[in-house]
């Protein structure tokens, strides 16, 4: 883990925490879990990860969580969660990555957001009623 007085890699989840990508470590590694973290060396093609996969300075990474889907390279190391501005300090995201996050942004804004009418959560009787006859049944 430690070499010269540096550090040399970390796990992944553990990264992906301190990175702020995940809440908690048990996001990360479910994330993982289910193939949403992936790693590209240069010249090679994207891999899913484990969460104990060692995590190196230089690596791409591809991200996918609730925020959107980021491709990065990784800056630096930390095994601790600090402020925002130090996490960011440990990546830097592509340019594609922001372009391709702010078209899906944008996206999303056109599309109408529905909201419940019903102020108990569920419809009544006659709201269902309307309904069926607002969808043809």
């Keep these: 883990m430690y070499e010269n007085g540096k550090m040399s890699s970390v796990r992944m989840d553990k990264w992906l925490w301190a990175a702020r990508f995940f809440k908690t470590r048990a996001l990360a590694v ?4 289910l193939g949403r973290v992936e790693v590209r060396k240069p010249g090679a093609v994207w ?11 230089g690596e791409m990474v591809k991200v996918k969580n609730d925020s959107g889907e980021f491709e990065i390279e990784v800056l630096g190391l930390s095994e601790v969660r600090g402020s925002a501005t130090v996490a960011q300090a440990l990546y830097r995201e592509t340019d594609e990555s922001k372009e391709q996050r702010k078209a899906l942004a944008e996206a999303r804004k056109i599309v109408p957001v529905y909201e419940s009418v019903w102020e108990s959560g569920r419809p009544t009787k006659r709201d269902r009623r309307t309904l069926d006859r607002f969808r043809g049944r």
Excluded: E, G, L, Y
């Design 30 to 33: 479910k994330a993982c879990d």
């Design 47 to 57: 891999q899913p990860v484990k969460a104990s996969r060692d995590v190196n300075v």
